[in-house]
């Protein structure tokens, strides 16, 4: 029923119920049902939580070799989540963080001025801080949690 119908008395809906009768279903009306239900509980993200896929991602060239892809953002905060990657001979420039930014290495390596930093690495730069370049001979993918609008190139 939709929200602008009457509801159905409870003695009604039990009259129904228990004139209901069993029916047994073929293999394949069971199948179509699971396979509904399944897309049902797939589609439906559980209450509180946003989903943002990764076949509707847009990744933005932000430096070449550089693309990031936000995952989200709170203005209000001046923080954003996004992921990165990085192409073989990628560079971010130096900078200089403002608010803490946690850097997960998910893929690849990379370095942070002289500093090596590999698959599973998890780095924070605290505020004030100021790394050197970010630079990847073999590419990498990272996620990264930090400020938003991103740093400011530092030199």
Do not use: N
Not at 35 to 53: N, S
Not at 81 to 87: K, L
Request: hydrophobic letters at 40%; one cysteine or more.
């Amino acid at each position: 029923m939709s929200s602008g119908d009457a509801e159905m008395p409870e003695p009604t809906l039990e009259a129904i119920a228990l004139a209901m009768q069993p029916v047994e279903l073929s293999a394949q009306q069971r199948d179509r049902m699971r396979i509904r239900i399944l897309h049902l509980a797939r589609e439906a993200a559980p209450d509180g939580t946003v989903t943002r896929r990764d076949s509707t991602a847009e990744w933005i060239e932000i430096a070449p070799l550089v693309e990031i892809r936000e995952l989200w953002r709170d203005a209000s905060l001046g923080t954003h989540v996004s992921m990165m990657r990085m192409r073989p001979g990628g560079v971010i420039p130096a900078h200089r963080h403002t608010k803490d930014e946690d850097f997960i290495v998910l893929e690849g390596e990379c370095h942070i001025g002289t500093y090596r930093l590999g698959a599973g690495d998890a780095h924070t730069a605290t505020a004030g801080s100021i790394h050197g370049d970010v630079t990847t001979r073999s590419g990498v993918k990272v996620l990264i949690r930090g400020e938003y609008p991103y740093p400011a190139a530092h030199r």
